[in-house]
């Protein structure tokens, strides 16, 4: 009954429009209702707890570094490297979307910061070029999402926390899985490359891409830096965070110099903000999640998967479907933050790998973020793109069946995530 309880008060209040972090504050409280031990200090006390995580540190400095690249031109000088290797082929500016969102995915983690980024950049360059504007969309949408795969990761660091599985192993076991995502985009691009006959970009001379490497060295070297510095013990994931914010202030004011002590305000301003909204979103799931454990909804949880932990194949493929579908309707964010704690009894039972569920759990809800109707990047990519999202919608399909196809073959052959990880974590 208390299943039943939660899940028709969330899904309830979603269908108003509700912001999700007073939904979820909202079924905390159905759930203390129907319990029969309301108690509103017992929220708040869960709420500061739940954000009260060294580990979560993390979302705010990388978010921060994240407005600074942003504010600056890091962001354009990875487009610049981009096309100077890709730009040349047909339909060159596609495979420039893939590989700078590959590149920028090391510097953000964040698949709303990269679409958004690369967005306001490529595709108003790509429909100088004569490329479709609701196609090249469609393809910063749905390269957004390597960011939360490839390290540094928001949502990894947010399953970390949730889970209590190391970080920097989620970290590296999304290295390899986001560069198979980006290889399956770009096989992707080729074909509508060649059915709309897109062009051909520039192709630079020697003097010119010794030009091109120089001013981007130093951008490159920021996901090198982070992800090398977290993979050799050199800092931890939090500290990834804050040096990533110091490189990319003293890179953006002292090297590039677009970034002045003036700028600084509404850079701070604009991080904080999404730092608050994502930090709220995680305090009130925490709430729920403590209240999911009182109310025995993980076992209720077990009756309806149990059954199926004897064959781990059969178990994945029965926990993606839901996953999938609930990728539909929910944020990447709280859907992490509510239904790990309930499905991770059920993947130690199944015999699962903890930091192999957790990059599958990520990477399919990061499918969601480019599925209708609630998809996050969608949305964003229809204020970048300036198309409405029905056009969007109908162009993303192409790049969406890649990406599933992407998270069937890591669900079928898991030494795709634990072989290298083996390497990268030791």
């Known amino acids: 009954m208390a299943l039943g309880i939660f899940f028709a008060s969330l899904f309830a209040l979603l269908a108003l429009g509700i912001p999700i972090a007073v939904v979820l504050v909202l079924c905390a409280v159905a759930l203390m209702l129907f ?58 500016l596609g495979y420039v979307v893939v590989l700078a969102s590959i590149l920028f995915a090391g510097l953000s983690g964040s698949a709303v910061a990269d679409a958004a980024a690369l967005g306001s950049i490529l595709v108003p360059l790509m429909a100088r070029e004569g490329y479709r504007r609701d196609v090249s969309t469609a393809l ?30 989620l970290f ?28 051909r970009g520039k192709k630079y001379s020697r003097a010119e891409s010794l030009k091109v490497v120089k001013e981007s060295v130093w951008a490159l070297l920021m996901p090198i830096i982070i992800v ?55 305090s009130a799931a925490m709430a729920v999640a403590w209240l999911l454990t009182v109310a025995q909804i993980p076992n209720q949880m077990a009756q309806i998967f149990g059954g199926l932990t004897e064959n781990k194949l059969v178990f994945l493929v029965a926990v993606n479907v839901f996953l999938l579908f609930l990728g539909m309707i929910m944020d990447l964010t709280p859907a992490i933050l509510i239904f790990t704690p309930v499905l991770m009894p059920l993947v130690a039972k199944a015999g699962i790998d903890p930091v192999y569920f957790g990059l599958i759990m990520v990477f399919n809800l990061c499918i969601g973020l480019i ?44 030494d795709l995530v634990m072989v290298p990880l083996r390497w990268f974590a030791n």
Not at 36 to 59: R, W
Not at 145 to 164: D, E, R, Y
């Open 35 to 92: 319990l029969g031990n309301f108690d509103a200090q017992i929220i708040a006390q869960n709420m500061v707890y739940g954000a009260n995580s060294f580990p979560l540190m993390a979302i705010p400095f990388f978010m921060l570094a994240g407005e600074i690249m942003a504010y600056g031109s890091l962001s354009q000088k990875i487009v610049d490297f981009a096309t100077m290797l890709v730009g040349r082929i047909r339909g060159g």
């Open 140 to 169: 910063v949408a749905s390269s957004g999402i390597i960011a939360p795969i490839i390290p540094p990761s928001i949502p990894m660091i947010i399953f970390g926390v949730t889970s209590g599985v190391s970080i920097t192993k």
């Open 228 to 282: 090398g510095g977290i993979r050799f013990g050199v800092f931890t994931p939090t500290e990834a965070g804050a040096v990533a914010v110091v490189y990319a202030l003293v890179v953006s004011m002292f090297i590039y110099r677009d970034v002045n002590l003036k700028d600084l305000k509404p850079i701070f301003i604009a991080a904080a903000k999404s730092t608050s909204v994502v930090m709220f979103v995680a």
């Open 172 to 199: 590296m076991s999304g290295i390899i899985p986001g560069l198979i995502l980006g290889l399956i985009l770009m096989v992707t691009w080729t074909f509508l490359a060649r059915k709309g006959n897109y062009p």
């Open 371 to 414: 599925t209708p109707p609630i998809g996050t990047v969608l949305y964003v990519g229809c204020g970048v793109g300036q198309i409405n999202f029905i056009d969007l919608t109908k162009k993303i399909w192409p790049f969406l069946i890649a990406e599933i196809i992407v998270l069937i073959l890591l669900i079928l052959f898991p």
